[in-house]
């Protein structure tokens, strides 16, 4: 080695030394909150995540900020976008290529494809919506720790191909059940039961009712992200608790599917429940259900997980047991044999902690984003797609056969009669008496991101000459 290059050789080796310890140096929960997510008895509140947050965003290279909106007691709700570095670089491109695919309006298939190739995929998760869910809030809590801290192939590679939209959704719920939650000094005297109001200050529970009204501060902030802003592929939206006997239910979802979407939607939303299912099974993780393990479907229409259903978004929903309270899990005959609804069932006969459900709920966000970093170019392509699809049904007649309409219709083209064609678009009149109430009404359509023309010129043509 000559005497020039051995000094320049040690400088590398220190600025790599550098780098090394720049990405080890981030703050781990325990180091933060005092405990390990996950822990016995002790819970996270929102002042104290978004504390956390922020320092993560200075501490890492692979996670940006953003202030999406504020809760309905004035809370500043977060987006926490994670992806590699480079990918930081060019976010306002990823963004612009995701919704140029999801609107697929004036594009060739070869030019989507070249967009998807250049693309990222974007995979929205998010906690809390309902707050005494409280597995919901804390696995998004690790799951961001984990994917700006982690340096394995694997989550190297989930931040190479996919943006991760982190989104802990019910600020105001998570600092009341939080707080209620460690009020108690003695760990055992602490519950998540007798909560004294709602938690979320207009509408509770139904704060999962009302992403096509987007009428709450909360939906109006997610809805603009979802629909108007970064268009997401997948959307994953954590819940409590799981059915009795098993310990998450995850999709696929049981028949029968929602007539009105897209059947690429459902399809490639089995494809994502498959790898979820694998993955569990792989990782040695029983108690996975899907289908007829539990009632949940593609037709409640207003929720977080539902309306992007209709913007050709793979909506996902799982359903956990876990409490930082150890708990029981009952025996259930109808769980305890294996099916394809169960490959894996579990033995219940264990007490189950909390960092269990958090290490299933990591297991399940891995899974997606594995789908979504294999996959990137195909869902890509494919909300374009979707998109294509329905402007193609928007420029013709077409039909959306329901168990209804089998029922009286004898024939096909009694099925088909021109009064019962799916309509191509909604034509709101500004004369009528209650324009307020009607304004109202395309305001809701605009924040879901269904686009509202002003007509100059009407000119009505009778159904049966438009045949
Ligand atoms: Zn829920």
């Known amino acids: ?24 140096k981030i703050t781990t929960p325990k180091e933060q909150f005092g405990f390990n997510i996950g822990d016995d ?16 965003d200075r501490e890492s290279d692979r996670l940006t900020v953003q202030e999406i909106g504020k809760s309905s007691e004035d809370r500043t709700m977060y987006l926490a976008i ?23 309006e004036g594009l060739t298939d070869d030019q989507a494809r070249t967009l998807a190739d250049e693309g990222k995929a974007v995979v929205w998760i998010n906690g809390g919506i309902h707050a005494t869910e409280v597995l919901g809030s804390h696995q998004l809590i690790e799951n961001i ?39 108690e000094r003695d760990p055992l005297r602490r519950t998540l039961n007798g909560i004294p109001r709602l938690y979320n200050k207009y509408a509770g529970h139904d704060d999962n009712r009302d992403f096509y009204m987007s009428a709450l501060a909360e939906t109006d902030a997610i809805n603009r992200v979802l629909f108007r802003d970064w268009f997401p592929q997948i959307v994953y939206d954590h819940h409590q608790t799981g059915p009795a006997g098993a310990v998450m239910f995850s ?72 409490s930082p309270t150890p708990i029981d899990i009952p025996f259930v005959p109808d769980k305890a044999l294996p099916k394809t609804d169960t490959p894996f069932p579990i033995d219940p006969q264990q007490k189950w902690r909390f960092r269990q459900s958090i290490e299933y709920s990591i297991t399940a966000n891995r899974a997606v ?3 979504a970093s294999r996959n990137k170019d195909r869902i890509l392509f494919d909300i374009y797609r979707m998109g294509r699809n329905s402007i193609e049904r928007g420029s013709r007649d077409t039909w959306t056969v329901t168990p209804r309409r089998l029922r009286t219709a004898k024939t096909r083209d009694e099925l088909r009669t021109p009064a019962a064609r799916d309509a191509r678009g909604y034509v709101i009149p500004a004369d009528q008496p209650d324009f307020l109430t009607a304004t109202k009404f395309a305001n809701a359509l605009i924040k879901n991101g269904v686009t509202v023309l002003r007509a100059t010129t009407v000119r009505f043509i009778r159904p049966d000459r438009m045949l």
């Open 82 to 104: 994670v992806t590699s570095p480079e990918n930081q670089k060019k976010l306002a491109r990823y963004k612009e290529i995701s919704e140029r695919l999801a609107h697929a």
């Open 41 to 56: 008895y002790v819970l996270v509140n929102y002042t104290q995540y978004a504390d956390y947050l922020k320092k993560l």
């Open 251 to 322: 999709p696929p979802f049981r028949d029968p599917f929602n007539y009105f979407l897209d059947p690429m939607a459902i399809t490639l939303l089995d494809e994502v429940g498959a790898a979820m299912h694998s993955r569990f099974v792989v990782e040695g993780k029983p108690g996975v259900t899907s289908r007829s393990g539990a009632n949940y479907s593609t037709w409640w229409n207003g929720g977080l997980r539902t309306s992007p259903y209709f913007h050709n978004q793979i909506g996902l929903l799982t359903e956990t047991i876990g």
């Open 145 to 183: 720790y984990q994917l700006v801290s982690r340096t394995d192939a694997e989550t190297l590679r989930f931040l190479n191909d996919v943006i991760i939209l982190n989104c802990l959704v019910n600020p105001d719920g998570m600092e009341l059940v939080s707080n209620w939650y460690m009020k």
């Open 1 to 24: 080695m000559s005497r020039a290059i051995r000094p320049l050789l040690i400088f590398v080796a220190l600025l790599w030394l550098a780098a090394v310890q720049a990405q080890t």
């Open 369 to 371: 984003l594995d789908y």
